[in-house]
C-alpha cells in the first residue's frame, strides 16, 4: 500500500522536557494506527507534530499527495494551516463543534472554509450526515444531541473535505463503552472504509484494539508495535 | 484563613490570564470615573440658576438615566468576567470537595478585590478628570469648582460598585457551586417573548397618556412632578425598547443568516441569534443615546437656524450640543469598553473550541472577523436604525437643517462615527487574547 504519511526521525521538546524522540511512522492509504501509552508520553504531541499543529525540533513529516510529498514542517504556518483545512481531517474527544450552529452548518463549516457555497456545502453536510444514520439531525441544534450523536457530527466534519489522513484525539474518552462502539464504527467507515489513513489517540484498548495496528509509547519514543490478528509484538518500531 | 490562603495562590498570575484580571479592573475604573463625573454633573448643573435653571437641571437627569443603562451593563460584564477567570479552577477546587461556601468566599473576595483596586483607580483618575469637565461651559460660564461633588460621593460610588460586583460574582458563579462538572449544553436559544408585546403596547399607552396629561401633573404637584413624569415616560421608554430591541435584532439576524456565504458572516448570525438579548444587551443602550443625539440635533440646529433673537435660548441651544456630544462620548466609551471585557470573556469561555478550530485550519482572521461582526452588525443596526428613525420623526425639519445648518448635524454624525470607531477599538483590543489563547492551545507537551 502506498503511504500517505511519514515521520522521519522526529524530535520534539518543550523547554527542558523532550516529547519525542526520533519517532519513524509510516501510515499508509485505507490503513488505521491507534497510538497508546501513559499520560505524558508523547502521543498527542506525535498526533500534533504530523498534523502541522506543532513543529518538531528536528526530522521531517512527509505528506504525500499527487503532485509528490510535502515536507509539512517546512511550511509556514499559513500553508500548515491550509493544509489542516485541505488534507486533514481532525475529531477531538469533546467533539469541540461551534454551539451556536446547527449539525449541518458544523460540518459544512469546512467546506465553506474552502470556499465551496453554502448550498452546496449544506448539501454535502447533509449526506455526509446520512451516511453516518443522522441524517435528520442536520437542523438539530448540537445540545438537542446524545453525546454518541454529537461525535458523529464530529466525524462528519472530519470528512467534509475529503482528507487523506484522519486525527482522532480519544474520541471515544467521553462516551460510554457502547456508544464508543458504535461511534468507532462509523469512524473506520467512513475513513479507513473510504481509503482514508487513520490515526487514533486513545486509552481505550478495546478502540486500540479495532484499529490495523497499535503503537505504545512510553518516554517520546514508540516502544512496540502490535498488529491486528498478530499475537506477537513487533518489538520497537523502525 | 483557607479561603485568604486559596485566594494569595490564585492570586498568582499565570500568562494568559493578565487580561481577564487588568480588563475588568480597567472597566471599574471606568465606571467609577464616569459615575463620578456624571453625578458631578448633575451636582454642577442643580447650581445653575439663570432663566434656564429648571431646563438644565431636567437635562442633567435626562442624560443620567441615558447613562444608567451602558454604566449598568459596563458593571456587570466586568463583574462576569472577573468571576470566569476563576470558573475553572474554582470547578477544580469544587471537585475536590471544598464546600459550596469555600468557593463562593473565594469567587466574592478576589471578584471584590479586582474591582477595588478597579474603583479606587476610577476615583483617582476622577479626581484628574473632574477640573478638565469643569472647564466645559454651561449657561454662559465654565462649571469650574461646581463640578466637585461632595466627598461622600467618591466613597458613596466606590462602595456602590465594589457592592454590585460582589453580588454579580456571587450569582455569575451559582452554577460551578451547583454542578462543578457543568458543560455548555445550550439546547435552545432564549427567546424574546412576542406576549411581552403585550407589556410594550400598555407600557407605552400609559407613557403617552402620562405625557398628554402634563397640564394636570403641574396643577397637582408643580414643576417637580412634571419633571418626574417626563423621566418616567423616558425610562418607560427606555424599557420599552430593551423589549423590542431584541425582536428587532432578531429579525435581522434572520436575514443575516440567510443571506450568509462565508464562514464568519454564519457564525456570527447565528451568534446572534443564539442569544438575542445577550447581543442587545451588549449595545442597546445606544439607541435611546443615539436617537435623542440626532433628535436634538436637529432640534438644536433648527433653532439656531430660526435665528432666535433670545440669548438665553441661543445659550441654551449650545449648551443642549455640549450636553448631547458628551453624553454620547460618555456612551460610547462605556459600551466600547463593555464590548471589550464581554469579548474577553467570550473569548476565554471558548478557548477549547478555538484551539479546535485553529486546528481544524481555519485562521485567526476568520474567527476574529465572526465576532467582530457579531458585535459589530447589531450596533451598526441600533446607532444608525435610531439616528435614521430620529430624522424621520423631524422629517421636514431634518431637511431643512442639513441644507441650512449642516455643521450642526455634522458634529453628531462625526461623534456617532468616532463612537463606532470607539467600539470597533474595543474589540481591537482583545484581539491579542484570542491570538494568544488560540496559540497557547496547541502547547501540549504530552
Known sequence: MQNLIEARSLFKDFGTTRALRGVDLAVAAGESVAVMGPSGCGKTTLLHTLAGIELPGAGQVLLHRDGGAVDVAALNDRQRSELRRTAFGFVFQQGLLLPELTAGENVALPLLLIGRARADAEAEASRLLAALGIGDKAAARLGELSGGQQQRVAIARAQAVQPSVVFADEPTGALDSATSAEVMTALLASTVGAGRALIVVTHDAGVAARCDRTLHMRDGVIVETAVRGSAAAAGAAS | ?446
Open chain 2, 1 to 446: 484563613m483557607t479561603v485568604l490562603t486559596l485566594a494569595r495562590l490564585f492570586a498568582r498570575r499565570s500568562g494568559g490570564d493578565a487580561a481577564t484580571v487588568l480588563l475588568p479592573a480597567v472597566a471599574f475604573a471606568v465606571v467609577t470615573m464616569c459615575t463620578t463625573v456624571v453625578v458631578g454633573g448633575v451636582f454642577a448643573f442643580f447650581t445653575l440658576d439663570g432663566p434656564n435653571g429648571t431646563t438644565y437641571r431636567f437635562l442633567a437627569l435626562l442624560a443620567l438615566v441615558l447613562l444608567v443603562v451602558p454604566l449598568v451593563s459596563l458593571s456587570g460584564a466586568a463583574a462576569r468576567l472577573s468571576a470566569r477567570r476563576r470558573d475553572t479552577r474554582l470547578s477544580s477546587l469544587r471537585l475536590l470537595g471544598a464546600s459550596s461556601a469555600l468557593v463562593s468566599a473565594l469567587t466574592v473576595l478576589e471578584s471584590t478585590a479586582v474591582a477595588f483596586v478597579g474603583a479606587a483607580a476610577g476615583a483617582a483618575a476622577s479626581l484628574a478628570a473632574l477640573p478638565l469637565f469643569g472647564l466645559l461651559h454651561f449657561d454662559g460660564r465654565p462649571l469650574g469648582g461646581a463640578i466637585w461633588p461632595p466627598v461622600w460621593v467618591f466613597f458613596a460610588v466606590v462602595v456602590t460598585i465594589v457592592a454590585l460586583s460582589a453580588i454579580s460574582a456571587a450569582v455569575g458563579l451559582r452554577a460551578v457551586v451547583l454542578t462543578p462538572l457543568g458543560v455548555r449544553t445550550r439546547v435552545v436559544s432564549p427567546r424574546a417573548r412576542w406576549i411581552r408585546a403585550l407589556v410594550v403596547v400598555l407600557v407605552l399607552a400609559a407613557a403617552v397618556a402620562a405625557t398628554s396629561s402634563l397640564d394636570s401633573f403641574a396643577q397637582i404637584g408643580g414643576l417637580i412632578a412634571v419633571i418626574a413624569v417626563l423621566l418616567a415616560a423616558f425610562a418607560a421608554v427606555l424599557g420599552v425598547l430593551g423589549v423590542v430591541g431584541p425582536l428587532v435584532l432578531k429579525g435581522f439576524g434572520r436575514r443575516w443568516l440567510k443571506r450568509a456565504e462565508r464562514p464568519a458572516q454564519l457564525i456570527a448570525a447565528r451568534g446572534v441569534l443564539d442569544d438575542v438579548k445577550a447581543a442587545w444587551r451588549q449595545v442597546g443602550s445606544l439607541a435611546m443615546v443615539s436617537f435623542v443625539a440626532v433628535f436634538t440635533g436637529i432640534g438644536v440646529a433648527f433653532t439656531q437656524t430660526t435665528g432666535s433673537n433670545d440669548p438665553a435660548t441661543r445659550l441654551l441651544a449650545t449648551d443642549i450640543r455640549t450636553g448631547v456630544v458628551l453624553t454620547l462620548v460618555m456612551s460610547f466609551a462605556m459600551v466600547a469598553c463593555a464590548v471589550g471585557v464581554n469579548q474577553a470573556a467570550a473569548i476565554l469561555d471558548r478557548r477549547a473550541l478555538y484551539a479546535s478550530l485553529d486546528r481544524i485550519g481555519m485562521p485567526v482572521d476568520v474567527m476574529d472577523a465572526a465576532r467582530r461582526r457579531a458585535v459589530m452588525a447589531p450596533l451598526l443596526v441600533v446607532t444608525i436604525g435610531s439616528a435614521l428613525a430620529a430624522a424621520l420623526v423631524l422629517f421636514p425639519l431634518t431637511g431643512y437643517t442639513l441644507l441650512l445648518r449642516p455643521a450642526g448635524l455634522a458634529i453628531i454624525a462625526a461623534c456617532l462615527a468616532c463612537g463606532i470607531g470607539l467600539v470597533r477599538l474595543g474589540l481591537a483590543v482583545t484581539r491579542p487574547v484570542l491570538v494568544r489563547l488560540v496559540t497557547a492551545g496547541v502547547v501540549d507537551p504530552t
